[in-house]
């Protein structure tokens, strides 16, 4: 009677291990599911390290939409625009030049091409400065196995090392070699993947980020699996009972 008792025991402790097992997975597969949905089904296309801006010179600002600009040329006094916002379009509107593109351009750039509109109608070798007075579209969102996700705002040159540092850090279910850099180029979503463990040791450029950039920080189905698993401990109490 004792014997058939233990087999019955093994049994069920057999099938609550597989109960518990299929409880896991759903548990890490079912957000996945769920957030898959949620978002974009259209894959983003490839983004290259080039236009991660590796090579921008440090302090060389991304111009975004309801930024506003300063605008001055030393020959011409009048010129001078103190506060010039960059519309919903990315556009500025400026006297002689007339409609400029600026978002999307650093700072340099938007200078070099308005001294040459001026250049090519009006003045010779003109010295044009161009500087940021209010920065409205530096945010980046940080999602994913990070600790604090959310948007934060981008002061000055922010990498992606600094970007994840402000979302907390990674989590313990993070994957350090998954992080993608999601951006908006010309109306099409491209993204790059960065080895974050590579980047921290020193042995990958960090990237430069860009104003409504989106970082997505991926987990280890291993290590989500077996958090997962921790935080249902009190189940096992039955299969102690049952000893």
Not at 90 to 100: A, E, F, H
Not at 117 to 136: C, E, I
Request: proline share 5%; aromatic share 4%; charged share 20%.
């Amino acid at each position: 009677m004792q014997q058939r008792g233990s087999s019955w025991g093994v049994l069920l402790r057999g099938r609550i291990w597989w109960v518990l097992a299929a409880l896991v997975t759903l548990s890490v597969l079912a957000p996945a599911a769920s957030g898959a949905s949620s978002h974009d089904d259209t894959p983003p296309q490839p983004l290259s390290a080039t236009e991660l801006n590796l090579d921008r010179p440090p302090g060389d600002y991304v111009i975004g939409a309801q930024d506003k600009l300063r605008i001055r040329v030393l020959e011409l006094k009048d010129f001078g625009t103190e506060e010039e916002e960059v519309d919903a379009n990315g556009q500025i509107d400026l006297p002689l030049v007339g409609t400029v593109t600026a978002a999307g351009k650093t700072t340099s750039q938007l200078q070099q091409e308005i001294a040459k509109l001026l250049g090519d109608r009006y003045l010779q070798s003109p010295h044009v400065s161009v500087s940021v007075t209010d920065s409205a579209s530096q945010k980046v969102t940080v999602e994913g196995e990070v600790k604090n996700p959310g948007v934060f705002l981008m002061k000055g040159r922010t990498t992606l090392m600094m970007a994840i540092s402000m979302a907390g850090g990674p989590t313990t279910n993070a994957d350090l070699r998954k992080v993608a850099v999601i951006r908006v180029v010309n109306g099409q979503r491209r993204a790059a993947i960065c080895d974050y463990k590579e980047i921290t040791k020193g042995r990958a450029p960090d990237p430069l980020l860009e104003g409504n950039d989106t970082l997505v920080m991926d987990s280890s189905f291993a290590r989500t699996a077996w958090s997962t698993l921790m935080q249902n401990l009190p189940i096992f109490s039955l299969l102690a009972y049952m000893r």
